[in-house]
């Protein structure tokens, strides 16, 4: 698409109003919102460029889950305008990528307005996440990414430890579990998924803001967990880099982040909380 050719997209989509903004600063850059939340900023002409900060802390974990360059097997679960998937195809050249989007119309309008290159390894599906996962086969995967909101939250059956269960399950014996999740003070989700993940991986760390980890606002976080020795030191130093510096819970400060809190089941599973007015809309 030309730049004098970007003006606003708007278009109805299965889940909401979905509007593909570009950005005046970049000349082939889009931001994707839904219902006004941001969900996506996409950069045709630099895919390694990632704006949203819980995305770079996302991409700092995939960064580390091998040796840098070397191809893997990815899985996104929620796909948006397939920012995540674009960098890996970008920074792992030959990686094969799965994504997993409920969205059919969502799918479709990304698919005209900002379509993947021909040889990028990333395929689509429109399908249920949790569906999907319960069906793929065993050991198949290096990283599993779970970035799934409906109307600003994640749904329910993506909390459970049967959910957990079902990606682990997926993951190769050294994969990385990777989970976007939201939450505010007193953090009663957060601390039941970080309970839930335990349960399943016996390795988990938490990268957030401290602004957030000390309750002072709403925001996301990324859970990294898997059946080996996480990469903390290197997401440590990647994070706490950033525009916006972030810290690395695990061990003892994350047992202690997530108190008394129990696993949760598919019978008593809820989606995260309903986000505060402003904590993610434009305006």
Known sequence: MDEDE??????????????????VDRPRAWLLTVDGAPQSYVD????????????????????AAAAPGRALDVVHLGGGALTLPRYVAATRPGSRQQVVEADHR????????????????IEVHTRDARGWLEQAPSGSVDVLVADVFG??????????????????????????????????????FLRSQIATAAAVFPQTCLVAEPSVLRGR???????????????????????AADVFPARVEHGAALRELAGDARPVGDTDAVPSPRPPDGAFSLG
């Open 44 to 63: 045709l002409d630099d895919p390694e460029y990632l704006e949203f900060e819980y995305v770079r802390r996302l991409g700092h974990a995939l960064d």
């Open 6 to 23: 970007r003006a606003p997209v708007y278009r109805q989509v299965d889940f909401g109003a979905a509007r593909l903004l570009p950005d």
């Open 106 to 121: 969502l799918v479709q309008l990304v698919a005209d307005v900002l379509p993947l290159a021909a040889d990028s390894g």
């Open 151 to 188: 109307g600003s939250r994640v749904p329910a059956h993506l909390t459970s430890v049967e959910y957990v269960r079902a990606a682990a399950r997926v993951l190769r014996p050294d994969g990385l579990y990777l989970a976007n999740l939201a939450d505010g003070a007193p953090f009663d």
């Open 217 to 239: 606002r709403f925001g996301n976080a990324v859970l990294v967990a898997g059946a080996r020795d996480l990469p903390i030191p290197y997401l440590a130093r990647r994070v």
